[in-house]
T-cell receptor
Framework: LAKTTQPISMDSYEGQEVNITCSHN???????ITWYQQFPSQGPRFIIQ???TKVTNEVASLFIPADRKSSTLSLPRVSLSDTAVYYC????????????FGQGTTLQVKP | SAVISQKPSRDICQRGTSLTIQCQVD?????MFWYRQQPGQSLTLIAT?????????ESGFVIDKFPISRPNLTFSTLTVSNMSPEDSSIYLC???????????FGQGTRLTVV
């Protein structure tokens, strides 16, 4: 499974757009990119997954350049409740859910 | 979408004792996974629990310390054996959701060993 590198922490203010970039230089052809969110005292929660270009859902957007060696999670207009740790993972489609977590990015949203 | 129930949610245990953590999924899944999250750290995969066969452990984790049961397709247990304060962590179970790298997680068991 490809290793990922993310910033350890980020600060933002309410209402701003937050972009968290993840590097995965050794991503394999069949790997998908997935982001999870973890609040204190809770298990991680799936946010979004993509393979290439752009994916958008009701929570976030995921931008993946053509070389797929990085990806950017975009959170529009964050609120205090978006304060959490965000994990970027890469892995095979159909890998049955075995996940290898990197260090994650702690996002602190300030009022 | 699947729901995972994990219990206990927390416990304080004496060193040298063992604790069994239960994980129940509301739908059948082929594999379940157990993770450890030490204070302030990321999640580390302990093992993959396969129904009908022995669990597959990651490097650094052994069956004698973390025995796992998987009696059916919706249930698994993880036992933390002969506990020491270093075992104080959050233990989480997960199950795959669809394909790719999607999974559901339980809410975790916060274990404190004194």
């Amino acid at each position: 499974l490809a290793k990922t590198t993310q910033p350890i922490s980020m600060d933002s203010y309410e209402g701003q757009e937050v972009n968290i970039t993840c590097s995965h230089n050794n991503i394999a052809t069949n790997d998908y990119i997935t982001w999870y969110q973890q609040f204190p005292s809770q298990g991680p929660r799936f946010i979004i997954q993509g393979y290439k270009t752009k994916v958008t859902n009701e929570v976030a957007s995921l931008f993946i350049p053509a070389d797929r060696k990085s990806s950017t999670l975009s959170l529009p207009r964050v609120s205090l409740s978006d304060t959490a740790v965000y994990y970027c993972l890469v892995g095979l489609s159909g890998n049955t859910g075995k996940l290898i977590f990197g260090q994650g990015t702690t996002l602190q949203v300030k009022p | 979408s699947a729901v995972i129930s994990q219990k206990p949610s927390r416990d304080i245990c004496q060193r040298g004792t063992s604790l069994t953590i239960q994980c129940q999924v509301d739908s059948q899944v082929t594999m379940m996974f157990w993770y450890r999250q030490q204070p302030g750290q990321s999640l580390t995969l302990i093992a993959t629990a396969n129904q009908g066969s022995e669990a597959t452990y990651e490097s650094g984790f052994v069956i004698d310390k973390f025995p796992i049961s998987r009696p059916n397709l919706t249930f698994s247990t993880l036992t933390v054996s002969n506990m020491s304060p270093e075992d104080s962590s959050i233990y989480l179970c997960s199950a795959p959701r669809g394909g790719g790298t999607e999974a559901f997680f339980g809410q975790g068991t916060r274990l404190t060993v004194v």
